[in-house]
């Protein structure tokens, strides 16, 4: 969905660098998420912000950190990177205003980070 | 652990057949599903959702149905395509309006 872009959309690093992944969206919606997704696994949830200053744990919030920057831009965070952090990365926007009960999620094209 | 699965991992269909890809959840409060299509390389798609208060709703060749008594979700695809190949994701909303992804079914579809 080309209302969300993520970057980089590939990366290398090594063990112990700190990497940032960026998430901008175009929709106007005030939920953001970074999800990770393993091979034969689904997604995820690392982290979400239901507004620019709300920021919420995830199922897998060890070793990462976000900040939402905007309400557009929400940035996920490897302080020291480590292979076993190596996976798919998406971010995705949801709309707090749609119909009660509702929560449709549209996903980024996602980053692939290897880390050696 | 999940608390949403997929009964197969993998489905083959012919072109043109129909295609009914399952999902099994286990959260009896959760209110809202939601199926989604991962094509290679990109983000999961939107394809289509469903209250609980629904046992069925239908959009452009697809067919969500939702039985409550036994937990159970399913995503027919009516006369697959070579485009319909992909990787399809249950959701299942936790209540809290974060998802609940199983580990998706993927769809192979011979010529």
């Known amino acids: 969905d080309a209302d969300v872009t993520q970057t980089p959309r590939n990366r290398i690093t090594k063990t112990g660098k700190r990497i940032m992944l960026e998430c901008s969206q175009t929709?106007?919606?005030?939920?953001m998420y970074w999800y990770r997704q393993d091979p034969g696994l689904g997604l995820r949830l690392i982290y979400y912000?239901?507004?620019?200053?709300?920021?919420n744990k995830g199922e897998i919030s060890d070793g990462y950190s976000v900040s939402r920057q905007a309400q557009a831009k929400f940035s996920l965070s490897l302080e020291s990177a480590i292979p076993n952090q190596t996976a798919l990365y998406f971010c995705?926007?949801?709309?707090?205003?749609?119909?009660?009960?509702?929560?449709?999620?549209?996903f980024g094209p996602g980053t692939r980070l290897t880390v050696l | 652990g999940e608390s949403v699965g997929l009964h197969l991992p993998t489905l083959s269909v012919q072109e043109g057949d129909n295609s009914i890809i399952n999902c099994a959840y286990s959260?009896?409060?959760?209110?809202?599903f939601i199926w989604y299509k991962q094509e290679s390389g990109k983000g999961p798609q939107f394809i289509i959702d469903?209250?609980?208060?629904?046992d069925k709703r239908q959009g452009q060749r697809v067919t969500v149905l939702l039985n409550k008594t036994v937990k159970h979700l399913s995503l027919q695809i009516a006369a697959t395509q070579p485009g319909d190949s992909a990787v399809y994701f249950c959701?299942?909303?936790?209540?809290?309006?974060?998802?609940?992804f199983g580990a998706g079914t993927t769809v192979t579809v011979r010529a």
């Open positions: 929709k106007g919606h005030d939920r």
């Open positions: 959701a299942e909303n936790m209540g809290d309006y974060k998802l609940s």
């Open positions: 995705a926007t949801s709309d707090s205003a749609g119909a009660e009960g509702t929560d449709t999620q549209y």
């Open positions: 469903i209250r609980s208060n629904m």
């Open positions: 912000s239901f507004d620019v200053k709300d920021i």
């Open positions: 959260n009896s409060a959760s209110d809202y």
